[in-house]
């Protein structure tokens, strides 16, 4: 999937000297709880990550608890969608004026009327109702469908919530256009579908906050454009 992309940043997170012990835990933990949430610094929801702790050395922080600031290498799995990206979700609801899927199990997707092809016609029936293609009464979708939508906005304040699009060519049904979409299917066949996986390297260089339960602090605020040092990769 377009959205997926793996990343590597460089952080600096501070840990609490009473996980001196066990820093490289006290560092996951930290981590984790960013998981499943939009976070600016990384332009995406932190879906996994594998951190390495980077030597032995940690600098102290002046002040009345002295944590120390433990430099990390993060490798991270994130969820970045833009729009005309296509994804792929399962249809959970839907009425003659949406269609809502979830998009990896976790994250919504609302495609509006004016956004279904007019070669959709909506049908209802005793299980909800289902559109139906004018021109194959095959091609039909309707609730627990996978299908393929293009990404029309991303709203970043809702998680990433997504408004998409059945306008564009090579969207609809997954089941339907594996069999009758020849780019599509040549795609699967082929195993040449568009790379999911976009390397990225991070470097945070930020202020620090401090975590609601103390143990540990991690930088927070997203960096400024021109201070933010990126390098692409293939």
Excluded at 62 to 79: E, R, T
Excluded at 90 to 115: C, N, P, T, Y
Excluded at 147 to 174: A, Q, W, Y
Aim: with cysteine; proline share 4%; charged share 30%.
């Amino acid at each position: 999937m377009e959205a997926l992309r793996e990343a590597e940043a460089e952080l600096t997170v501070y840990v609490h000297p009473s996980n001196a012990a066990d820093v490289r835990r006290a560092v996951s933990r930290q981590l984790s709880t960013t998981l499943f949430s939009y976070e600016d610094r990384f332009e995406g929801v932190l879906l996994a990550h594998e951190v390495v702790v980077n030597g032995d050395r940690a600098k102290i922080l002046n002040g009345l608890v002295p944590y120390f600031g433990v430099p990390v290498h993060a490798n991270l799995l994130l969820y970045s969608p833009q729009p005309d990206m296509i994804l792929e979700g399962k249809v959970e609801l839907l009425g003659k004026e949406s269609i809502h899927a979830i998009v990896l199990g976790v994250f919504s997707a609302a495609i509006m009327a004016d956004d279904i092809n007019e070669k959709f016609k909506f049908k209802r029936k005793g299980d909800g109702g289902k559109f139906i293609s004018r021109s194959d009464r095959h091609h039909v979708i309707r609730k627990g469908s996978m299908i393929r939508f293009s990404v029309k906005r991303v709203d970043t304040e809702m998680n990433c919530h997504i408004t998409g699009s059945l306008l564009p060519p090579h969207t609809g049904s997954m089941p339907w256009l594996s069999t009758h979409d020849a780019e599509y299917a040549s795609e699967i066949s082929s195993g040449t579908r568009r790379p999911s996986n976009v390397g990225i390297k991070i470097k945070n260089e930020q202020d620090h906050k401090t975590s609601d339960n103390e143990d540990s602090v991690i930088n927070s605020e997203r960096p400024h454009k021109k201070s933010r040092k990126r390098a692409w990769e293939e």
